[in-house]
């Protein structure tokens, strides 16, 4: 219940994402900033009771040796976005939230995520079972020295090679029976999997926000409806894809056809470094490439790429040339370039799912929520096609959230 | 009926929306163009049995001295956007239609438009009532000769000056009797409201594609009612405009706080000529202008030029620059620009109307019809205010093709 | 010479470019940030024994009651520029020179500037006479009490409307004659050039980088060459006139023809609120409007226009559209879009003048600097046409430098 | 001399370029369009007396079953860039300049290319011998059939991948040594240089407008200079890179340190089907590449991307993203795009190259033509470092013509 004491533990804790939403929630709790950028604080959530700033606690694990304090300041170097005032008022917040951190696993990472390793902690456990226990630990300490009525774990890691899934993870009996295979170079699930896997066994939910594996695995789906718990994603939409998804319907309302849509996305941060990896970068693109055919109804050409470019930073800047044909067989062109703060952009609706997926699970929700799409560039689902039209997706959210208004608040 | 002949009369017939639809007609009717860009041939509205491309003859009102060939072979000049030889194929339909072009009306157009009449036979009526007369027996010899079952009056001429409505416009009988008031300087009604009048009068739907007065006045609503037709408006919703109702609802739904929005269009055709006059621009900026803060429920600092670069011919170019703050305060930047065809824009949304209208008579509906505010910058309502909401205004129109669709189509 | 003591005394000293270019000075002369964007330290002007930041004194007149540090802290505060460590740095300095800062004198500003008038010291002179004796006696307090070696006056004041010539500016005894007409309507001369004929009186360069009239005046230039001092101008050019001079050439040596050429800039800092009176408006287009002829010998059609945004403060945001015409006829186009900080634009290259202007006057030069054409917008010349061409303009600079490199230095 | 009969001789006749080339021909023979694009017919060459259009007979080599006309049509439908009547007008001069065209050789084109050949009389060659026969033989038939002053031979093939040059290509003996060699894996000569060589050993000035090896081998500089004939070099600079040399230069100028620049390039014409195959684009990303770094001094992070969009067919579109650092360490942005067609923006400057070439032959020069740097992406030098600075390029090639105008016409 709103009031109460609850826990945000966060895969990535450290990087970009994390700190901003650490110092976000901070700066909230002091009444520092206004509300913008959060969806959930629109008039139409009011009837919710959803959780309030003060009421969190935040940890998580994290591979590079660092501190939350570090990272803000990494990113104000960087990016040149926080108010000097609001970073040092919220200093003590972010040193008391740093001593929750803990050294994360690393499993299908790809090399270019491992390199990152500094914490002399990190865990490379020899099977997925050690790795289970060693995560399942780490939330329990968490929740209990804080004594904390729910804890929902968000992963905000960097994002993963793509990892295929087989025979073996169509059930939790098949998956759980392969525990204690003891073989590296075919990890039974990837790190996003494992964190997934410990949280939802707890009973706890789980929201991804990257386009690594997490919970969508089958025998994971299972599990969730098993342990009466939640989950959500997979990989925020924050700019470029959001668009996308705001556009397409344009023009398929409209019965314009699309011949060819590209987009160009240049950033700096330590997600670019990472995306600069092919491996790692197939999952993205993939996740951000689909969602024109899937509103259209027909393939027109796309590109996507992706490009590290340091100097950006943070400044995520995309360039996308839409040619489209129209009436009597006319060629026509629209642009946009959107130039956004990645952490910016995406650390409110991180906050968002957050707040929402502690409510569902206080209502009882089990399984995939999807009334979260409208946040997702890839969302899960039950079963059947994912909705990418983000005004059928927002409407989609509006008759939930007007449903439970309706019903007693949890 | 589907298969039943009908008349559409375009106010402005020889302008570059005028002569794009009647080549479009053609084209459809000989099934040499897809259907691409008309709204209304999406499966969603196939239950609907609205008229195909053969059931048109095309007239109308005009007060230059030119043909449909000969506007159709100057678009093509200043733009390169036909296929020659569709273009040489429908010649012979243009011509015959060509025939049932006459004079119109002129009245508070302002000067930039009076000064476009070059036909010799253009109306100076001294009083509202002669000019209502002249139409009406046009609009009756167009139908009796071509025996058509129905007949769609939609304005597509050039944007008027804004005209201050006053209490004689409150009511069908005040506006009633002021028919023959003698007064060239403080017209009863400017032109394109005359034609509204002359066509509601004769139980003839009508349709103000352009941000004229037209029919959006009180005392021409009760007509409407009172002689049981229908009317929609105003303003076509083709490109910019289009592009800010769908974005703005992106950035509300987001909590991102819109701080200012820029949008520069330029663009030579006749259209942009008009424009060219600040009278005359004022309709149109007001009617572009209205759109963001309907949508986002406040006001940001909002800036529209419209400005003739007679190099770009109908090429319409738009350049909008969004400034928006997001969580922490941090502002970032959208950019689009929109490289589109007037004509072609406008002329299947012209003829979805008009298909849509044809439909609702048959239905027997009465008054504005609101379901078409997609369509629209300006939707005219019934009462209370208008939705601008891209989305929200296609799932209305949804909602009604849904339900009609159920129900017995006409 | 280098390492004398030298005074900087700027018109509008507490504005975005005073401060900036105060704060520039401190930050160089503390070896606190690199000479980026200052033309003059690019290795072709090392022979030239230039002066040093730590040569510099600065005061100045303002017409509000504000302080350089405030300023410094407003920039900072809207365009989130400069690095507060830096600004900690430098407080002392401006603190310093602060002390130099005069009441400015207020004469054809227009209404806009007028209202900005906040210090209680500011002098509405009833005869241009009483108003250079105040501005002659504030230069040489500065000069005595500080010591200084040489003094250059600088232009940095908000844009004053457009000032008509007449007559009585022709030769400088027939502007010296009215020196006592007391006419408050029709000034002899507006500030901007009260303050050139106050400095070049004295034998003081005096440099316009404002598009105000200042020192373009047949009669000041008879004073500068009586006076043995030099002058140059007007307006620098910073962003989007540069982009132009810049690409303008290019079109013209590729034989390909300029249809439209169409600019829009918005931006929001006091600069940008200045002009959003049309009456001062209109010098700024003007300059901004006549490179494009110039450097292609015709006139496409242009269009320029600039729009106080408030919530970009200092970030100028320009859009242009070039529309031009290839072999065969055919019609390309190029966009380009420039964000830019105005102040941080603008400061290097008014501390480039001034160094330039300081050496040059040592050489002993008199009258217009034509060589410093590449800094203006609408660069002054003795006699003839002026040369818009950025790379002519360099091209004369760079021989310039060539030739004083090659005598002795000063 | 201008007057005389000359033929133009042109590897990859009937792509984009060459057709584009024909076609400007005959309609500039016809006096049917202006000579925009040209830059040889701007004031600054009247002195030169270069050919005249009607002087020209077209032929050459390609590897395609294709016509002229054919090719002309195909770019008409896809890009519909030319005037219906113009084509109309020209169709007798491309039908007979047509039996001028020739089976031409294929030798490590890569595979994409050896994909397109259609022509049955494609000569592959067992060795470098045959091919250089067969070419010669082809240019004498051309001249002697013809009754030709001179010719000229211009690539404007498709781009062919990287060609590692080896110690047997540093002089003439030791590669002509090698002529009779069987080894088709490893060519002694890609075919772009054998042309060159055919031609340059008939005395006939070859000029490769494209980035493919052509006559950059030592061997072939001694053997130009040997034959007393001329070449120029390579890569026609058309748009985007153009573009670079451009603003390049000022920000150099400016001393704005340059971070980062981004160039997105898509198109859809065979050029970019060629392109698309990573080996091939190899060559041109290495020769959009250079410049930047060449210009400023410094190497900034620098991206080129070179996509095959289909539906743009020959309109080549352009995206470039240019980060850079002014005063006091402030991060600016400057973006442009380009929407050229590509024939229409490089067939002109084949055309001047063309001119230039035939004058400097009938004045005896011998070797590379350096002063023709300004129309390249990466000029051809004697010996040294080549410059890139479009405006230093530009002021080279003035002062040739000028030195030129000044002696005796040629």
């Known amino acids: 219940m709103k009031g109460d004491r609850v826990g945000l533990w966060m895969i990535g804790a450290l990087g970009g994402i994390g700190s901003t939403v650490s110092l976000g929630l901070a700066a909230l709790a002091r009444n520092m900033v206004p509300n913008t950028g959060l969806v959930t604080f629109l008039p139409l959530f009011e009837g919710l009771c959803l959780n309030q700033a003060q009421d969190f606690v935040v940890g998580g694990h994290d591979i590079r040796e660092a501190t939350l304090e570090g990272a803000v300041d990494d990113l104000q170097k960087g990016s040149n976005i926080f108010d000097p005032v609001l970073v ?126 997490g919970s969508s695995v089958p025998a994971l789906h299972e599990l969730a409806v098993k342990r009466r718990t939640t989950h959500a994603g997979k990989d925020g939409k924050t700019g470029e894809t959001l668009m996308k998804t705001v556009l397409a319907p344009m023009f398929a309302n409209r019965n314009l056809q699309v011949l060819s849509w590209v987009g160009h996305n240049i950033f700096g941060n330590r997600d670019g470094q990472v995306l600069n990896d092919p491996e790692n970068k197939k999952s993205k693109v993939r996740s951000k490439d689909e969602v024109i055919r899937a509103i259209l109804g027909y393939q027109p050409q796309t590109l996507v790429s992706i490009e590290y470019i340091e100097s950006l930073d943070d400044w995520k800047t995309a360039w996308d040339h839409i040619h489209f044909r129209g009436f009597l067989g006319v060629k026509m062109v629209m642009q946009f370039t959107w130039q956004g703060c990645d952490s910016i952009l995406a650390a409110p609706l991180a906050l968002d799912l957050v707040r929402l997926v502690l409510y569902a699970q206080r209502r009882g929700e089990a399984g995939v929520l999807e009334h979260l799409a409208c946040f997702f560039k890839s969302p899960m689902v039950k079963a059947g096609r994912a909705e990418h039209d983000f005004f059928r997706q927002t409407a989609a959210l509006e008759k939930y959230v007007r449903e439970c208004s309706q019903g007693k608040a949890v």
Not at 113 to 133: N, Q, Y
Not at 152 to 177: C, I, R, W
Not at 182 to 199: C, E, F, G, I
């Open 88 to 213: 040092a008022s919220c200093r003590d917040t972010l040193s008391e939230w740093q001593a929750n951190v803990r050294p994360g696993v690393v499993i299908h990472c790809g090399s270019t995520i491992e390199k990152l390793v500094s914490h002399p902690g990190v865990i490379i456990s020899d099977t997925a079972k050690r790795a289970l226990l060693q995560i399942q630990s780490d939330l329990e300490n968490f929740r209990d020295r804080n004594n904390l009525n729910q804890v929902v774990v968000l992963n905000v890691a960097s994002t993963e090679p793509p990892y295929p899934l087989g025979e073996e993870h169509e059930s939790l009996d098949k998956m759980s029976a392969l525990l204690e295979r003891r073989d590296l170079n075919a990890p039974l699930l990837p790190s996003s999997s494992l964190y997934a896997w410990a949280a939802m066994d707890l009973g706890l939910p789980y929201i991804n926000f990257t386009p690594s594996l």
